[in-house]
């Protein structure tokens, strides 16, 4: 298993400010994995945060407003960038298991409120 | 990714078994299914994954259909705190592990004392 520390656990935000959201994990994993989830809604996966290189985006986000660090193989940044309220949601960290098919674990996420 | 289809909400009651269906008519051979949920105000948890066989681990079983078009999660007896919303997902082994999950909108389980 792993165990995986975000912060800040919640922050209150005003628009047009940035805000970076870390995630440490306990071993070195090799896929970490950020992670929204709106008010009510399910999650929806924002990007792969690649170690050494630029982070993997799914459709409908891109780097200029969500730009992602991964300096090494326990440690990754996700920051959110110009922020509206519709930025407000929790962010959450994940990490993928040893394995093909190896769980995900996941961090208790990021509540972020934008006002 | 494969679709999984959940009933959006379930009820049951305290210390009864509770069986959560998903279907996925579209899944590929190479389709792991597994089995997360979401208690309030935390992550996911992982609960489970099959291929084809049924499966049992501490927290729950997987019924797995022969056709594998369906399965059932299987909760032998519940308590308050299996309370969560529970998601069935699809994971293809082909891609090693280096996808991330596709979250359908899951199950709401309530449980009654």
């Known amino acids: 298993s792993a165990v995986i520390s975000q912060k800040p656990s919640r922050d209150i935000c005003q628009r047009g400010t940035s805000l970076t959201i870390q995630c440490q994990v306990d071993s070195q994993v090799t896929m970490m994995f950020w992670y929204r989830q709106q008010p009510g809604q399910s999650l929806t996966l924002i990007a792969t945060a690649n170690q050494g290189s630029e982070a993997t985006y799914e459709s409908g986000f891109v780097i200029d407003k969500f730009p992602i660090s991964r300096p090494n193989l326990t440690f990754s940044t996700l920051t959110v960038s110009n922020m509206s309220p519709e930025d407000s949601s929790i962010y959450l960290c994940?990490?993928?298991?040893?394995?093909?098919?190896?769980?995900?674990?996941f961090g208790e996420g990021s509540r972020l409120t934008v006002l | 990714d494969a679709k999984t289809t959940q009933p959006n909400s379930m009820e049951s009651n305290e210390e009864e078994p509770v069986h959560l269906p998903c279907n996925h008519s579209?899944?590929?051979?190479?389709?792991?299914i597994h089995w997360y949920r979401q208690l309030p105000s935390q992550g996911p948890e992982y609960v489970i994954h099959?291929?084809?066989s049924n499966v049992n681990n501490r927290m729950a079983s997987l019924a797995i259909a022969e056709d594998r078009k369906s399965s059932t999660l299987i909760l032998h007896r519940a308590t308050l705190r299996d309370a969560a919303v529970y998601y069935c997902i699809l994971r293809d082994y082909l891609g090693g592990g280096a996808d991330g999950l596709t979250f359908g909108k899951g199950t709401h389980l309530i449980i009654q004392p």
């Open positions: 994940s990490v993928s298991g040893v394995g093909n098919t190896g769980e995900l674990f």
């Open positions: 099959g291929l084809t």
């Open positions: 579209t899944i590929s051979g190479t389709d792991y």
